[in-house]
């Protein structure tokens, strides 16, 4: 594939990417940014692993803005097909060309090749990401809901960038896209696929981590409702849960509870607002249970005594698991 | 100072090498790549250097573990000792299944389920083992579970394909031949054609105790696997106590009551005690050749095993290593106090994808919603 990827842009090294990160507001670690810099350094697919809503998606959102290109997204799910891949025909322009050279005097065979060549052509997000003008971010989601035949059939694709159409013959990249695949682990991935991959696995945030992206997307928050909420969802995320909150879910809450005017956590408040962060009955049962009150008293105790926030922490997850 | 790269592709070398003994999924195309990004990274910074490689070289998250271990190590001296522990776990896994349309065949089977309870002739050990458990399913019951047990044999055994074939008639139109057909015929309309999604079929193992242990629930085991043989076509059927049975033909048979009178004259043991290990060791042995990728294996047994448990390991782990997925029903997991903490049921749980259980209509249940989850029939968002 060598000079097919003459053109594209690089990044100076990590602290820039990790300034990127920052402009587009998105918090990361320095693992992260190592992996969205190798990725596009070495031009390899990066393979995002982890939980729901922690944030996997987004590493691709933020590359292609890091790189300044389109980003393209197949969304993956079971039974997901070429058409919807790869490339479909227009079939109503199809049509109305027949209608239009009705009497035209030309064989079916003439009509057949110009019918089923590239203007009438729907081009899905794998074709749009080969023949795009310029190296494009493709983001694969949820590669795990595909099953083993797509996935191969992927895998051919990210070693020859090349596609073939029976009615067209073979298109060949002019610009090998970066890529991102994302995973929840519903499915164990190829070992040939993951190997064609860099490799990120991305943790839900510990507890400094989701205090800065409260502070940083969540406006007008004080510091002292931002510190408990990130305290309040490491200890959520201790406990036996059906859907465990990710970070969208923390924003989420964090917003309603500043909707409501509040300025710290109280039952009544969490009690409120319970839907933003769990999302069965059964969760919900649990968390309005005693738990709520234990974890509510640990997060004002440590923050009216000024006491060691990790030992806090510590506590907290105790209770979740007792 | 300058990095030396000389003598650090030689540790980056060293250094995947010893991964690799670990079990981590790294070779010389790992390798390679991390020392190009080590060439991108300031390597004098301990943290860039760490992770350029463990973005490079690990592949899974059970590797990162080993690799953190042994970074720590290995680049802490630089002299680490040398081990050569095999990892050797299998990950936990979800199943993404899709469903069929239900087959009729079903409920002629259940009917027929209920006649042959009353037609029963006097002593024989048909009977015993019919009624065994059989008081425990009131009628309405029964076709509930049969129409779950359709359920499930489909989640587990079908699956979408992304391929397409022609069809007479269906929900799909094949455009491209639809307009083909049309401009072959000089702009007449000749009608719409059609396409079918290929459902694509797993080959189902069925591995079935029929040992004392799980006598009381014998009955509903064998209206489970006549189901599942039923509706899928592809299933192969073994019953074990101390050694193996293959009891596929034995099932065929159109009649459930003529197959269990088959079955307990054919099969030694029945109801006696239990040889898991050496039982699945069998099955590898003889009938090793009908596992492959697409493949479910699916094993109901409560686990007690009273012979060697590294045989019943090692089994498993085989199983689990050449089929798509292996599947383990319980009956005893919905039993109040039961946990599955016997040596047997301990030494396969890491082998197996799905744990659930399976003694009654509700637990069936919890196993379609399982089997249905990772499910989706269009794209979400």
């Avoid at chain 1, 507890?207 to 997307?217: D, Y």
């Avoid at chain 2, 860039?48 to 042994?70: I, K, Q, S, W």
Wanted: proline share 4%; hydrophobic share 40%; with cysteine.
């Amino acid at each position: 594939m060598g000079d097919r990827s003459v053109s594209r842009p690089t990044l100076g090294d990590v602290e820039q990417i990790l300034a990127a990160l920052a402009q587009e507001g998105y918090i990361a670690d320095r693992e992260i940014a190592t992996a969205i810099y190798l990725s596009i350094e070495l031009h390899k697919p990066l393979l995002v692993e982890g939980a729901a809503g922690v944030g996997k998606t987004e590493i691709a959102k933020v590359m292609a803005r890091a790189l300044d290109t389109d980003l393209i997204r197949l969304q993956c799910y079971e039974g997901l097909d070429v058409n919807t891949a790869l490339y479909e025909w227009n079939y109503q322009k199809q049509m109305l060309r027949i209608r239009l050279e009705e009497g035209s005097g030309r064989t079916p065979e003439e009509k057949e090749q110009t019918i089923f060549s590239e203007p009438f052509l729907l081009r899905r997000p794998l074709l749009q990401a080969i023949t795009h003008p310029r190296a494009p971010v493709l983001l694969v989601d949820e590669i795990d809901r595909v099953d083993e035949e797509f996935e191969a059939f992927l895998l051919e694709l990210l070693s020859d960038w090349q596609i073939t159409i029976p009615e067209i013959g073979t298109i060949r990249a002019q610009h090998v896209p970066y890529v991102v695949l994302t995973s929840n682990r519903t499915r164990e991935l190829s070992d040939a696929l993951r190997r064609r991959c860099l490799y990120l696995w991305i943790d839900y945030p510990s507890f400094e981590k989701e205090l800065a992206i409260v502070l940083r997307k969540v406006p007008g928050i004080s510091r002292q409702l931002a510190e408990q909420i990130a305290a309040f969802l490491h200890a959520v995320r201790a406990l036996d849960l059906q859907k465990v909150p990710g970070v969208a879910e923390t924003l989420d809450w964090s917003a309603a509870l500043l909707r409501l005017h509040r300025d710290h956590l109280d039952r009544e408040a969490v009690e409120r607002t319970l839907g933003c962060l769990f999302k069965h009955h059964e969760d919900q049962r649990v968390a309005r249970g005693p738990w709520l009150d234990r974890v509510l008293a640990v997060i004002a105790d440590a923050q009216r005594d000024g006491q060691s926030l990790q030992a806090a922490l510590d506590r907290l997850e105790r209770l979740a698991r007792g | 100072m300058r990095p030396d790269f000389g003598s650090l592709t030689e540790h980056v070398v060293e250094f995947s090498r010893r991964l690799r003994a670990r079990g981590v999924l790294c070779g010389p195309a790992e390798t390679a790549d991390a020392l190009r990004a080590l060439r991108a990274v300031n390597v004098l910074d301990r943290e860039a250097f760490r992770l350029a490689l463990r973005t490079t070289l690990p592949h899974r998250r059970e590797d990162l573990g080993v690799f953190d271990a042994l970074f720590d190590a290995y680049w802490q001296t630089g002299l680490a000792q040398r081990s050569e522990g095999q990892e050797d776990r299998p990950e936990p896994q979800a199943l993404a299944e899709a469903a069929g349309p239900g087959t009729p065949s079903l409920r002629r089977w259940a009917e027929e389920a209920a006649e042959g309870e009353q037609e029963l002739p006097g002593y024989s050990p048909v009977e015993v083992l019919s009624r065994k458990d059989f008081s425990s399913f009131r009628e309405d019951e029964l076709d509930v579970i049969a129409r779950l047990v359709v359920a499930i044999a489909r989640r587990i055994a079908t699956r979408w394909s992304r391929r397409r074939r022609r069809a007479r008639r269906s929900h799909l139109l094949d455009m491209r031949r639809t307009l083909r057909l049309h401009l072959r015929w000089g702009g007449e309309f000749p009608g719409l054609a059609f396409q079918r999604r290929k459902v694509r079929k797993h080959r189902v193992v069925l591995l079935c105790d029929v040992s004392g242990s799980m006598d009381v629930y014998s009955r509903f085991l064998i209206q489970f696997v006549y189901a599942l043989q039923d509706a899928l076509g592809r299933v192969e059927s073994f019953v074990f106590s101390t050694s193996l049975t293959r009891v596929t033909e034995e099932l065929r048979t159109r009649s459930l009551r003529a197959a269990l009178d088959r079955l307990s004259q054919r099969v030694p043991n029945w109801s006696g005690g239990t040889k898991i290990g050496s039982s699945l060791r069998q099955f590898l042995d003889r009938y090793g050749g009908l596992l492959d990728r697409h493949t479910v294996v699916l094993i109901v047994s409560d686990g007690w095993d009273t012979g060697e448990v590294e045989v019943l390991r090692r089994a498993m782990q085989e199983i689990r290593s050449r089929a798509a997925r292996v599947i383990w029903l319980n009956p005893l997991l919905g039993s109040p106090g039961y946990q599955p903490l016997t040596r047997g049921m301990q030494a396969a749980l890491p082998y197996v994808h799905v744990f659930a259980s399976a003694h009654n209509a509700d637990s069936l249940r919890e196993l379609e919603r399982v089997l249905a989850r990772g499910r989706v029939g269009r794209p979400r968002r």
